[in-house]
């Protein structure tokens, strides 16, 4: 009888996944470049209008030009400052204020109806009230993006708190360990996983926050420069920022991904 090798199918399964990833990624590049070779074009036929929805050529001009001048590296740096930051204080901030709901049942019991509330607010309307309350500038943007950020981590995690299994809890329990020591051994580390996915949706509501706080108050920034492309009727201007933000967005989604990786072992 044949023996098999283990080490044979490890490896077949590797090269076959990689073979898998080779084919996503072509697959992926050609989509980009057919998109992007019918958007120029669609646009240098007239079959859009090139005045509204420019073309890649344009774009990637005008991006030579303003990196070449120097003017686009402050608005792109101050951007993604402000939503790595929103990023971050709304996992800390939402992932905590779970931990505070989850240790104590009377503020479940209070906050619930809040949460929901907040959670299906358009958090753009209260853009004038940060404005007011916090004033023009950095802070009323780090409050918008916290205001979509902490919401939406704070009930994804502490659900995700309620759903751990019970007979977990009582084990520890009945080894004599307290709260502090549930919550150590059992709650955060089964919830762990969820808390890494979150940073995948919080990414998104990052950007969501911050460009809309700086198309509401920002002097600089990508929002601001959308703003601006409006104001002066250059779509062109208004396409690259869009695309830049895409860019640096992928870039921050990639990076969650390779941190759940490492952390969870996910393939």
């Known amino acids: 009888m044949m023996k098999i090798d283990p080490r044979q199918i490890h490896q077949r399964y590797l090269q076959a ?43 990637w001009s005008l991006l030579l030009e303003k ?82 950020t902490v919401i939406i981590t704070t009930i994804v995690v502490y659900t995700s708190f309620k759903e751990v299994d019970p007979n977990y809890i009582k084990v520890v329990k009945t080894f004599g360990g307290n709260k502090r020591q549930v919550y150590q051994k059992v709650i955060f580390p089964a919830a762990f996983p969820t808390i890494i996915s979150t940073l995948k949706v919080n990414v998104g509501l990052a950007w969501v926050g911050v460009i809309v706080g700086e198309f509401l108050v920002a002097r600089q920034g990508l929002g601001y420069l959308i703003i601006y492309g409006f104001q002066v009727f ?16 992928t870039v921050m989604y990639q990076g969650v991904y390779y941190l759940e990786k490492r952390l969870l072992g996910n393939e």
């Open 17 to 59: 996944k990689r073979r898998e990833r080779l084919k996503v990624t072509v697959v992926q590049l050609a989509l980009l470049i057919g998109f992007l070779f019918m958007w120029e074009l669609a646009s240098a036929q007239k079959w859009i209008n090139p005045l509204i929805f420019s073309q890649p050529s344009r774009i």
């Open 67 to 148: 990196m070449a001048d120097g003017s686009l590296w402050p608005h792109v740096s101050v951007t993604f400052l402000e939503t790595l930051a929103g990023f971050l204080l709304g996992t800390i901030g939402g992932t905590i204020l779970a931990t505070m709901i989850w240790w104590s049942p009377f503020l479940d019991k209070v906050l619930e109806p809040y949460l929901v509330v907040l959670n299906s607010m358009p958090k753009v309307a209260l853009g004038p009230l940060l404005i007011v309350g916090l004033g023009p500038g950095f802070v009323s943007i780090m409050g918008m993006a916290l205001a979509i």
């Open 234 to 249: 250059n779509f062109t201007l208004v396409l690259m920022s869009l695309l830049i933000i895409a860019c640096l967005a």
